[in-house]
């Protein structure tokens, strides 16, 4: 079983920054997808970014591209999702999530088998 803790949630001014983290047990497989999710009250989850460790191929939605950027770190067997120029838009649950797979599953929510509990991103404008 794998468990997901996520940190670095928090609260923010517009166009400010937030280094998200997803510490993991037991150490990730060498290939994995990693995945991070938001989610608003009501509505379903939607990915920010996703990292295949088999190749190191991202995905990131147009709605984040150029501001987030995930990274995995092998020594602390964490990945991470840092934030910059955060807007109102970006105000949400964020969730950590790891596929089961050996391949590449990219950006549906359907793909990954282990969540965190989530951590709250406001933005304040």
């Known amino acids: 079983q794998v468990q997901l803790v996520e940190s670095g949630g928090g609260s923010v001014q517009a166009g400010g920054s937030l280094n998200l983290s997803c510490a993991a047990s037991p150490r990730f497989y060498s290939h994995v997808s990693l995945a991070w999710f938001r989610q608003a009250p009501g509505m379903g989850r939607e990915a920010v970014a996703a990292?295949?460790?088999?190749?190191?191929?991202?995905y990131y939605p147009d709605s984040v591209k150029g501001r987030f950027t995930v990274s995995r770190d092998k020594d602390k067997n964490t990945v991470d999702l840092l934030m910059n120029s955060l807007n109102a838009g970006d105000t949400d649950m964020y969730y950590c999530?790891?596929?089961?797979?050996?391949?590449?599953?990219?950006?549906?929510?359907?793909?990954?088998?282990?969540w965190g509990q989530g951590t709250q991103v406001t933005v304040a404008s």
């Open positions: 999530a790891v596929s089961s797979s050996a391949f590449d599953m990219g950006e549906l929510p359907i793909n990954y088998t282990y």
């Open positions: 990292i295949y460790t088999g190749d190191g191929t991202t």
